[in-house]
């Protein structure tokens, strides 16, 4: 394992800390899109399949459980414990326009056309644009806290820290994935124009982020 992966990795815990601890301290969900944490759970799901089958190392392992652990805490918090505080007029996302073209990429484009192979290829697609109904609801209304913007940059920067340690793997062990790859640089590219606002908005200090409305 490189820095470049390792960073990533925690950049990534940090971002579903981030978001977790926000809405367990302020008991509220309000701003945050629960449609995309349901997505980002089934991304865990279909990709930690081989979490009782295939052992890598300890660390791996951990971090599995971790991940599905906090993710579908996160879930049940907004749709059942904190479903009151929940903005779902604003979380209006078509996921269905994600999910069926996922899921017929991942049938036409995998490694090897086995069930558990399947699935993985489609938790990568999918991971790449499961944020977007987050960032479509900040669109919709317009603004999002600072702590919302703080989850979206960490989740960010894991993805360009992952490109990092791609470029370092092929440099070093002429290793390349392909799908992994071309839908990390997918995923990087929706957070190009939020990561501009939060540098130039949230970390002037600013307690919301508010985008700039159309003409």
């Known amino acids: 394992m490189n820095i470049f992966r390792l960073a990533g990795d925690v950049s990534h815990l940090s971002a579903i800390l981030i978001l977790l601890l926000k809405i367990w301290r302020s008991k509220s969900c309000a701003g945050i899109s629960g449609k995309s944490q349901v997505l980002f759970a089934l991304v865990f799901t279909t990709r930690y399949l081989d979490l009782f089958t295939v052992f890598i190392s300890p660390y791996n392992t951990v971090m599995k459980v971790v991940f599905l652990a906090l993710s579908y805490a996160t879930v049940y918090l907004i749709y059942m414990r904190l479903r009151s505080t929940y903005g779902s007029d604003n979380d209006t996302f078509r996921i269905e326009f994600l999910l069926v073209p996922v899921i017929g990429l991942s049938f036409l484009e995998n490694y090897a056309f086995t069930p558990m192979e399947i699935l993985w290829t489609f938790s990568i697609f999918l991971e790449s644009v499961a944020i977007m109904p987050q960032l479509f609801m900040i669109t919709k ?8 913007t703080h989850y979206l940059f ?4 894991y993805r360009a820290l992952y490109i990092a340690n791609w470029v370092w793997r092929y440099h070093t062990e002429g290793f390349f994935d392909q799908i992994a790859v071309v839908s990390g640089v997918v995923q990087t590219i929706f957070y190009c124009d939020f990561f501009y606002l939060y540098v130039t908005r949230v970390l002037r200090g600013r307690g919301k982020m508010s985008l700039p409305m159309p003409i």
């Not at 960490?154 to 920067?157: A, E, M, S």
């Open 141 to 148: 209304t317009g603004e999002a806290e600072s702590i919302t």
């Open 154 to 157: 960490f989740l960010g920067l």
